[in-house]
């Protein structure tokens, strides 16, 4: 009971949430009005942040194709660091597992991180040439 009370109070919330911000909403998805349809938003959002994250991941394996040491631990990483994404979105939206609301958390926590993970990309492929706290070189 509690349960059903907490899930209907955060689709609530997120409902609020999302209709406060219709801009960052993807075409189509500011009037999505039922779970099913928010759930399939939060998921093309998270899809879209995804498609970014893996043109810059590509953008830095070319950049460090010279250097297979390098290359080596930035593919382990970002394989760890997959692992930890899942990880923590599912334990983050662990209190909806039983929810039609649990895509749409699930979805909205890896987009976020997703995200997170971009700007360290972005900042990566941005290093100045002789900057030694950078791992990956500058373009030529």
Known sequence: MIRQILLSIAAFFLIFLASLFPASAQEGCSNASTQQDMNKCA???????????????????????????????????????????????????????????????????????????VQAFEAYLKCEEGDMSCPVPSAE
Do not use: H
């Open 43 to 117: 998921g093309q959002s998270y899809s879209k942040a995804d498609a970014r994250l893996n043109k810059l991941y590509k953008s830095i394996q070319q950049r460090l194709k010279g250097d297979k040491d390098t290359l080596k631990l930035f593919v382990n990483a970002q394989r760890a660091w997959i692992g930890y994404r899942d990880s923590e979105c599912k334990f983050s939206s662990s209190a909806a597992a039983d929810g039609s609301i649990y895509p749409l958390i699930y979805s909205q926590c890896l987009e976020t991180l997703t995200k997170n993970r």
